[in-house]
Nanobody
Framework: QVQLVESGGGSVQAGVSLTLSCVAS????????MGWFRETPVKGREWVGN???????VLTPTVEGRFSISRDKVTQALYLRLNNVKSEDAATYRC??????????????????WGKGALVNVSS
């Protein structure tokens, strides 16, 4: 069972930048595909982006141009950089992983492992 642990959440003001990190208990074919989803009580769960172990980042159009998703080539840790944070970005951001390459679209149906989440609060 792969464990995913997020970090980097917190309370920030609108307009600043923030980086979320996700570390897995193992990096193997089980974590070939990793990604981020975010959850709010109102909107529910929303896919944010994903990336394979060999690259190929994909982001939802809603955040393209402001967010970036990446993986460290050595450690394979997953990152989500949030630039110019807006109030609508406030959510619990959850790391997700699955064996083999990321499908398109990557939905929660495809996720094998979930992190508990990192809460991002945004104040204006």
């Amino acid at each position: 069972q792969v464990q995913l642990v997020e970090s980097g959440g917190g309370s920030v003001q609108a307009g600043v930048s923030l980086t979320l990190s996700c570390v897995a208990s193992e990096y193997s074919y089980q974590t070939t595909c990793m990604g981020w989803f975010r959850e709010t009580p109102v909107k529910g769960r929303e896919w944010v982006g994903n990336i394979d172990s060999e690259g190929g980042p994909v982001l939802t159009p809603t955040v393209e141009g402001r967010f970036s998703i990446s993986r460290d080539k050595v450690t394979q840790a997953l990152y989500l950089r949030l630039n110019n944070v807006k109030s609508e970005d406030a959510a619990t951001y959850r790391c997700a992983a699955r064996p083999f390459r990321c499908p398109r679209p990557f939905t929660d149906y495809h996720v094998s492992y979930w992190g508990k989440g990192a809460l991002v609060n945004v104040s204006s």
